[in-house]
């Protein structure tokens, strides 16, 4: 994981936390907002998806990028993810919407170990696959 792109320092419900991307299988942006249906609907599929794959080895790693217009808004719904985020404001948000070309929200973005794409949106894989779509997405990653 390119973590000159990423860096290490995220933030969770507990507060600051650093995370070595590298030491995780499979890496997954997850591009979302409280203020959208879509998202409030299918973040519960994903914390539950999250919770199956990591119950034995944390071997999925997912990082929010946080559509918010508050950071009160940030932090209340931070408390629902039982994983980390980019801090509000963060200028590595705008880095990673431009950079992989995020047109629309809820989006999960599967990267390969370079930073580079896997899967552009794996979100009908979790609701389709459940626990399946991650075994899909670390072969999709692990392949040339």
Do not use: H
């Not at 933030?11 to 409030?40: E, Q, R, T």
């Not at 299918?42 to 918010?68: A, C, G, H, R």
Request: glycine share 6%; charged share 25%; net charge negative.
């Amino acid at each position: 994981m390119d973590n000159n792109f990423f860096g290490d320092t995220f933030i969770n419900k507990n507060g600051p936390c650093k995370i070595k991307l590298s030491d995780m299988k499979v890496v997954v942006l997850y591009f979302c907002a409280s203020w959208c249906p879509p998202c409030v609907n299918f973040t519960p599929t994903l914390v539950e998806f999250y919770n199956d794959v990591n119950l034995e080895t944390k071997q999925l790693e997912i990082i929010w990028v946080s559509y918010e217009e508050s950071e009160g808004q940030f932090k209340k719904y931070l408390e629902e993810m039982p994983w980390p985020a980019i801090p509000y404001n963060d200028k590595r948000i705008q880095q990673l919407i431009d950079k992989y070309e995020i047109k629309g929200i809820p989006t999960v973005t599967v990267l390969r170990k370079n930073g580079d794409i896997a899967k552009k949106n794996g979100k009908q894989d979790v609701i389709k696959e459940g626990e399946g779509a991650y075994n899909l997405w670390e072969q999709i990653v692990n392949s040339e």
